[in-house]
Each structure stands twice: as C-alpha cells, then as structure tokens.
C-alpha cells in the first residue's frame, strides 16, 4: 500500500521572502506588457492584422482575468503607429436633402472645413447684402423693371389713343380698365347717352367691344413681358453673386484640392448659393413670417436657410495619435450605429444632416472597437444590428424603426460609411460557446478566439514576474509599495486562491482589491510600507466578513442539532467533506452519511436521489459504487444485496462526486459490519477500479473538519483522508500546518480504497492471492463473504422450492 501520512512540508509551498531579489516593489520596474497570456494575445495579434473578412475577435476568459484592460492596452499599442483615421462629416445634399453626403478627410480637415464654411456663409452674407444694396445693382435693376413699366406704359398709351379716334376714352376706375364715349374730350353723361340714336349705339357698342378685345390681348402679353423682366432680374441677380463670391469660394478650392468629394462639395454649394442669393439677404423677420404663413397654409416647414450650408463634423481626429481604440460601455442599438435626433419648432420637430449623431462604429472607423459580449446581447437588436453592419461592410445611420421597417415616415437617410475596423468582443467562454453553437453567422464574423487563462505556472522566474506585477498595479493605483515578506504572501494567497501550489493566479482584479485593502490596513497600522501582516489581516478581515453561515453552522454542530461524531468507531457511517460556496467564499462542511444493507437485487438506493435532491454527478458518483462491488468482489454472482445511502440532516441537493469515495466506505463497514473511525473525515471520488480521484474544495473541506475538531478538543487521533493527486493542491491555514507538526492532527493521501478503508478501520484490506482468494481476516474477505452469503440466500429464496412466504419476502425486499 502506498498510503502516505502528510508531513508539514506537504501541506503548503511556501513562497521564500530572500529568495525575491529585492527589498520592497519600488525597487522593481514594473511589468510591461500582459502577464501570462501568450495563447490570447497571439490569437489577438493575428486578428488585428489579417485584413480579410471576418477575422474579428472575441476574447473569452473567466471574469477578473484583465481581458479588458489587457487587451485595450494591447490594442493601444498597435494602434500607436498606424495613421490616425479621417475626419467624418455630413453635409447637405442640394440635390436630395434627404440624403445627406458624407465627407471622409485627413485628421484636423474637417474642423477646418466646417469653420470654414461657417466663415464662408458669413462673408456671402456680408458681401450678397452689401453687393444688392449697393447704388450699381439699384440702378440696374431700376433699369430693368422701368424698362417693363415704360412698355406696359407704351402699350396703354398706344390702345388709348386708337380709342380717341373712334370716340372713346381708356379710362383706370376701382373696377377696372374700362371704354368710355366721349365727345369734346368728355365723358358723355348717362342723359346725353340716352339721347342717342338706336343706330349710334350698336355702333358704340360694337366699338367697345372691339378695344375690349384689344385690351385682353394686350393683357395676355403683359406675364410674358413680366417673366422676361424677372429672368433678367435673375441673370443680374447671378451676375452680382457670381463676382461676389467667386473669389471666396475659389479660395476654398484651392485650399481643399486633391480632396475630390469635398471639391465636389463646395462646387455644389456655389451653384446652390448662386440659385438662392436672394435668401441671404432676406431679414430674419421675413423668414419667421414666411415660415408662419407656410404653416397656415398646412405646407411643410421650412428649415433654417443657412443651416444647410453647414458642416456636421461627426468625428474630429484632428488630436487623434495613431489609429483609435474605442470601447463603447453602453452598447445599444443607436450607440453602435448613430442615431438622427429632432428639434421642436413651432409646434412640430425637424431634423436635417446637422442633427445627425456619430455611433461608436463611426468613432472606431479605421481601429479598434471593443465591446462587452453580454451588454450587447442585452441590448435590443444590438447585436442583430451590429451582425449587419459586418456583414453589409457599411455603417448606415438609421433608428430601429426604419431598420425594421415598423414607420414609413419621411425621414433622413444619410450616406453609409464604408467600414474599416477591427471589433473585438469580450466575454465568458460559455457566451462564447453558446454563440458559436446557436447562431451560424457567429463564426464566420468572429473566426479569432482570444482565449485568456486564468493561471500561470509557479517558478522562481515566475514569481520575480509576478512581483513585477505587483509593483505595476501599486504604482498604477496610487498604493504603497509592498516588502518582499508582502509579495510572497501575495503569491502564496494567489496559490491558495487556485487551489494549486504549482500555479500563479491571472485574476488580476482580485489581486488588485486585496492589495487595495492591504495598503488601508497598512494606514491603520501606521505602515509606510505595506507588510507581510497587512496582507494576512487584509486576508482574515475578508473570512471575518463572510463567515457569519459557517460560524452558526458548527454552532449547530457542537450543540449537537446537527449530528457529526468526531471520535469514537461506528458500522456503516462516515464523515463526508462538503463545500458551501456563498458568493466568493467557500468553507467546508462535514456531514454524516450513513449505509445500510440487506437481501436484495444488487441495487444501491442513493436516497437524495430519491427524494431529488441528488445533482446528475452524485447521483453517477453513487451508481459507480454497484460496478466497483460487482466487479471487486463477486464478479461471477450476481449482487444480492439492497444498500441505501444517505447524507443525514441534508435538505438542500447535493451534487458533486466527491463524496463517492466516502459513500463506498460506509457501504463496506455496513456489508462487513466493521466499525470506521469517527476521528477521521473523508473526500474523494472513486472509480469503478477503485481508485481515488481529485476533488475541488480540498482546503476548504480539511479546514472545515479542523475547526470542528479544534472547537471539541484536538485528541491527536483526528484528521482528513484526501485523494494523492490532491496533495499539490494543499494551500492550508497557518492554524491547520502547527497542528499537523505537533501531531494533534493528521492528513492521509490515498490513491485507493483499499488504502483508505485500512487507515478508516485499522484492519488490512487484502488483496487476492494466487488461488483468487483475499486473506482471512482481512476487510476485503469479510466483505466478499457476506455477500457470497446474501447470494446463497437469495437464491434459496428464489429457487421453485421456497415457500410463497419466502418468495415474497424477497420480493418485498427488493422495494426501495
């Protein structure tokens, strides 16, 4: 048997302060770079820098482990030497308002470009004002509309006098242009016309209605001599703006060639100013009143005029240093892709490309966009949204009504960017994988897995690293330095928190907030330094906190309502190991289980399961127990034994298997009727060969029977079997380590049953000799024996021979 008795050694790998080659971490250059995550940060690197399709990343880690920080840090870092992205802005389409054009330029362009324009439609303003109301352009236009009324004039004058000839004067009354008879160049009065003949009459008015033609004819021509006065009117309208503004924006021209959409922008805008020149010299009180009479009228509102010459510079990188990185902490629909927002005005809103609002996609045009995996997926259509933007290769500004086509109302529809970025999301590996599984576009848009660890190997090269990271997160947050006594008990407690004396832990936010809270307690203590006994009161101050449940629990314990012997020898019970997890503290609970047995069909009754408070893996750890007593013992009968299990006092389920090894215990000491130690508690799993497994916990469950037996009186016979392969784990108290040296308690690694039940009951368990055939005497006979007995008799029951009372006992005993 290779049953070992831990020694001190065993139970705890200390970290040595002198073999850390400096005095406290202000002696130490803090660590550059990311700690421990070769894997993720070459499956990062290659995701960054393949410029196919679909090759974003998604970083995927436990919770604490940096991937945020790391990887932003690790994105700034690549991101330093790429050119700086384009300056973003929309500006009016003249053609389609609702379409708004997107400009891209060079960094610090389009801030010049939009204060540019600002400036522009100031000095068109100024010099479209004072050109109109100059003493030339009066004139010119005085000419022009006098040019009109002289011939309008000229036509009235010429019908007037072929009116005289026949008698009749052209005459201008409130109703009109009228023909009137006339004799001695007056009027005739009603009496005089009265006195003319019948004959003279129909002449007259046959005259009248002559002229009257006359005049309707003239009237007809009077439009197109007015139509033909305003189009000159327009051409020197155009005339004046053309030479006002054309050194302004030929200006411009020049300062933005080689920038064709801007060029085209501002060609555009110069025929648009040209078409509209009068407007800028409207007055504002002429605007307000048009615009009030428009909305009588029930006509659309108009917009601001000179809103539409505006630049809306959406992203400015005129400060930007190399290509940007963008983390977006809310990351909704309208955040990622944009949004339109409206303005009330007069009683109803407007929007135009001015109110147009950048998304974290148009930030993160040309770098980096890092967002968390499940904020997104809590977001409506967050990540449906962001799944078409990778797939359309195009960011389009457009609410979630439009996108889903739930309104049909006019609205905005501005010019997509073109997409030139990198995303990378961050998650827990089971949203990973659960993306990856249920939904199919999933692994074509994000085909890098980042896949960050949560631990590290422990060597000395790796505790100096470590260390420099220390040095790094104090100096980062403004702490005190740590002594090397503090470090090392930093690492240890990071050995501890993994539950492996061979690795280091990477939950760089734990770390963090245990050397937050070692520095206050330093405070306290008046400590310029933080000190090795800050960091274990920081420690012990964190259990204190937590450790109300496990204080009533043994309470319960040592009162006796909870039922747990810790000494004394009984059949059939054992003291198994649980682990309570609340929140982020665990603690070890020692529970009873008890077995029983008699005549039966070879099942083992787990009774949690049962009554389902059983999880799947105890109930696999228990039914694991029928093969190994099948296989081990009467491999050529059949199992005629009825065996229940039960954790006492248990009402919550249990699941884990790491009570199976104690279970079986039970199971033998009920089936040989031979006393287990109560001094002693058990935890492992077991196979169906009989060999102890690794359990989680280990700490925790030794601690947890420590405290019990300590609270009752250390005795010397008292201590814990763990599985061998548990041994590396062993991070124990300081308490837990002294008692062990002083021989009050003991800890027990065993790689088999055998070895187990030996150290349980003092008796050997044997193994078979030649013949096939375990000692006499020993564990495993007795065992073997009593259950060749109970097959003996279960086939004398069974045979066609027994009575009906017996057959029917053995069927009664078949029930659970």
């Not at 944009?338 to 045009?365: C, M, Q, W, Y």
């Not at 009402?651 to 000491?669: C, H, N, P, Q, T």
């Not at 250390?714 to 590396?728: C, E, F, M, T, Y």
């Not at 040296?741 to 800890?747: D, I, R, S, V, W």
Request: proline letters at 5%.
């Amino acid at each position: 048997m290779t049953m070992k008795k831990l020694e001190i050694q065993d139970l705890y790998n200390r970290c040595d302060p002198e073999q850390l080659d400096f005095k406290s971490t202000s002696d130490l250059k803090p660590l550059e770079g990311i700690l421990g995550q070769p894997r993720a940060l070459a499956a990062a690197e290659l995701g960054i820098e393949m410029e196919h399709d679909g090759f974003n990343v998604f970083a995927l880690g436990p919770p604490g482990t940096g991937k945020h920080s790391a990887l932003r840090q690790f994105l700034k870092e690549r991101a330093a030497p790429r050119p700086s992205a384009p300056d973003l802005c929309y500006v009016n389409n003249f053609e389609e308002g609702h379409k708004p054009r997107l400009l891209q330029m060079p960094p610090g362009k389009g801030c010049e470009l939009r204060d540019d324009m600002k400036k522009l439609v100031d000095e068109v303003t100024s010099a479209l004002r004072a050109a109109f109301e100059s003493e030339q352009y009066q004139t010119r236009k005085h000419v022009i509309e006098q040019s009109f009324n002289e011939r309008q004039q000229k036509a009235f004058s010429q019908l007037g006098e072929l009116a005289a000839k026949q008698g009749l004067a052209l005459l201008r009354t409130p109703m009109g242009i009228i023909f009137a008879p006339i004799k001695d160049d007056e009027v005739l009065s009603p009496e005089e016309l009265g006195k003319l003949s019948d004959e003279e009459k129909e002449k007259l008015d046959k005259s009248i209605d002559r002229f009257q033609s006359e005049l309707r004819r003239m009237f007809r021509k009077f439009p197109r001599w007015q139509r033909a006065t305003q189009q000159q009117v327009r051409e020197l309208n155009l005339e004046v703006t053309r030479l006002t503004i054309g050194p302004l924006i030929e200006e411009l021209l020049e300062k933005y060639q080689g920038l064709d959409d801007v060029v085209s922008y501002l060609l555009a805008a110069q025929q648009h100013i040209q078409e509209n020149a009068i407007s800028f010299v409207a007055r504002e009180d002429d605007q307000v009143k048009q615009a009030l009479q428009n909305l009588a009228a029930g006509q659309a509102l108009e917009r601001p005029f000179l809103r539409q010459y505006r630049v809306n510079l959406l992203v400015d990188h005129s400060a930007s240093k190399g290509a940007p990185v963008v983390y977006e902490d809310n990351p909704t629909y309208q955040n990622l892709v944009g949004r339109v927002e409206h303005i009330p005005h007069l009683g109803a809103v407007i929007t135009d490309f001015s109110l147009i609002k950048p998304g974290a996609l148009h930030r993160a045009n040309g770098g980096y966009l890092l967002l968390d995996a499940q904020k997104l997926l809590m977001q409506p259509y967050a990540y449906e949204g962001l799944k078409r933007v990778l797939q359309s290769k195009e960011v389009k500004v457009e609410s979630l009504g439009q996108a889903l086509s739930l309104v049909s109302t006019y609205s905005l529809e501005p010019e997509p960017l073109p997409l030139s970025m990198k995303i990378v999301l961050i998650g827990a590996p089971m949203l990973y994988y659960l993306l990856s599984w249920y939904d199919e576009d999933f692994n074509e848009l994000f085909k890098v897995a980042a896949d960050f660890s949560e631990r590290m190997d422990r060597t000395p090269d790796s505790q100096m690293q470590y260390a420099r990271l220390i040095a790094k997160l104090v100096e980062q947050d403004g702490l005190k330095a740590c002594d090397r006594a503090a470090v090392a008990r930093v690492i240890e407690h990071g050995s501890r928190m993994l539950e492996d004396t061979e690795k280091l832990p990477l939950y760089v936010a734990r770390v963090l907030d245990l050397l937050r809270e070692a520095d206050y307690w330093a405070s306290k203590n008046d400590r310029g330094m933080i000190a090795e006994a800050d960091v274990q009161q920081a420690i012990d101050a964190r259990i204190f906190r937590s450790d109300r449940v496990r204080q009533l629990l043994q309470e319960e314990i040592l009162r006796r309502n909870i039922l747990v012997d810790s000494d004394g020898a009984v059949v059939g019970q054992v003291n198994g190991l649980s682990v309570l997890q609340l929140g982020d503290f665990a603690f070890g609970r020692p529970s009873r289980i008890t077995a029983r047995v008699r005549l039966g069909k070879g099942e083992v009754i787990d009774i949690e399961r049962e009554v389902e408070l059983s999880g799947p893996f105890h109930s696999k750890g228990v039914l694991v127990l029928s093969g190994y007593l099948g296989a081990h013992y009467v491999p050529d009968l059949p199992l005629s034994l009825s065996a229940s299990l039960v954790f006492e006092q248990s009402y919550s389920e249990i699941d884990g298997d790491s009570a199976s090894s104690a279970e079986l215990y039970a199971l033998l000491s009920a089936i040989s009727e031979v006393p287990l130690k109560q001094s002693l508690a058990v935890t492992g799993s077991v196979n169906q060969r009989g060999e102890v497994q690794a359990i989680g916990g280990v700490n925790e469950k030794v601690e947890g029977f420590f405290d019990l037996c300590r609270a009752r009186g250390l005795k010397g016979d008292q201590g814990v079997l763990i599985p061998a392969s548990n041994v590396k784990h062993l991070m124990l108290r300081s308490d837990v380590r002294e008692a062990v040296e002083a021989g009050q308690f003991h800890l027990y690694s065993v790689q088999t049953v055998d070895e187990g039940i030996e150290v349980l009951t003092g008796m050997k368990a044997g193994e078979r000799d030649g013949s096939g055939q375990f000692p006499e005497g020993t564990l495993n006979a007795l065992v073997e024996d009593r259950l060749i007995q109970l097959s003996e008799v279960h086939r004398e029951f069974a045979s066609p021979s027994a009575g009906p009372d017996k057959q029917s006992a053995i069927e009664g005993s078949e029930e659970p």
